[in-house]
């Protein structure tokens, strides 16, 4: 009885003295961070489902302190997790605290967007090393990059007395901040090609086979098409790969900004008549809504940048584009056209 007494005692001691020599290994320190940040993404994404099924997208303001879940909109429920749940959190809180976009009212928008491009480059510069240490800290910067990207949406919207979190596409600022974002993932891109040109991975389906084969090896298909007689592959097909992924993220962001539109068209819309207003409330909450911006969520442009960026971190470059290569484009176009399909129907089900 003494000794369960004890073993009692000592339990929450253990875990902590387990949890500590865990995070003494790289590999077990960035599982716990894996799984800590996942659990949190998922218990955001419930009460964000549960704050979307009690309201509509009509009409809304901030009438209180930053939330982010309130004021909603359709670019904010389609935005990358860690966008929304990270990014824009610390991004709107540092403005609060620090009131900077009002005491440096100076400092515009654009000026911030200049400033993260040429972070974006210097991350690219790092991201290219063959040293393993210095493509994490260009991960770092990038990271820094990306949180400016939305701080430049903060203070545009403090300085002009806008609360909602949307794209004004009219704006001279909204065509600075994309050619800004699309330069500094295309430096991206060109920091993983000139590290795999650097370091070339090697391949494991041109291993020597242990019976010699009775004809030569070019004839026996030993040697694969497009890849040295190293069992390394060739530029070219990096290049290829690297391109894919490039052509990917430009996809994925320009259908997302597009899909963004066509359904703030349909949900964010004052309708004519009260039917039609409480039609659109109820495909708004319908399962099919969700689960198509669900999968946007972790499709966007910014989603697969997070990927490459964690590919990177933990030295599998490689592995995440021949993953990516083709199933990326299958999935992007399946969701292109279930997301078509489902906006002419809501506008049907609406009347418009």
Known sequence: MKELQQMQR??????????????????????MVSVLLLMYFFFMDIILYA??????????????????FHPLSVKLIMTDPASHYIINPTTEYFDQITQ???IFYF?????????????????????SSESLRNRRLGVVLYEIRSW?????????????????????????????DSVCDTTAG???????????????????????????????????????????????????IMFFKVLCF??????????????????????????ETTQQTELQTTVLHSTGTWVIVWIWR?????????????????????????????????ILGALNIFSEIHIRHAKLIIGM
């Not at 704050?51 to 982010?68: A, C, I, M």
């Not at 052509?247 to 359904?263: G, H, I, K, N, Q």
Request: net charge positive; hydrophobic share 40%.
């Open 10 to 31: 000592e339990a929450p001691s253990r875990m902590i003295s387990y949890l500590f020599h865990s995070a003494r290994n790289e590999r077990n320190l960035m599982m």
């Open 246 to 271: 490039g052509l990917m993220l430009a996809l994925a962001s320009l259908t997302w900004d597009r899909t963004v539109e066509s359904y703030a068209s349909v949900l964010q819309k004052s309708m």
């Open 298 to 330: 972790l499709c966007e442009g910014q989603a697969m940048l997070q990927m490459i960026l964690i590919a990177i971190f933990i030295d599998k470059v490689w592995e995440f584009l021949n993953l990516i290569q083709y199933s990326g484009f299958v």
């Open 100 to 102: 900077f976009s009002k």
């Open 148 to 176: 400016l990207d939305g701080y430049d949406g903060v203070v545009y919207r403090s300085q002009s007395g806008k609360s909602l979190y949307k794209s004004n596409r009219h704006t001279f600022g909204y065509l600075v």
């Open 107 to 127: 400092i515009t928008p654009n000026v911030i967007s200049t400033f993260h491009l040429f972070l974006g480059l210097l991350a690219a510069k790092f991201v």
């Open 186 to 236: 295309l430096a991206l891109c060109f920091g993983c090609l000139f590290y795999l040109w650097k370091c070339p991975p090697t391949s494991k389906t041109t291993t020597i086979p242990e019976v010699l084969p009775w004809t030569k090896p070019t004839e026996s298909n030993v040697q694969i098409a497009g890849e040295k007689t190293n069992g390394k592959p060739s530029k070219n």
């Open 51 to 68: 704050s979307l099924q009690n309201t509509n997208l009509l009409d809304q303001k901030r009438d209180g302190p930053y939330s982010p």
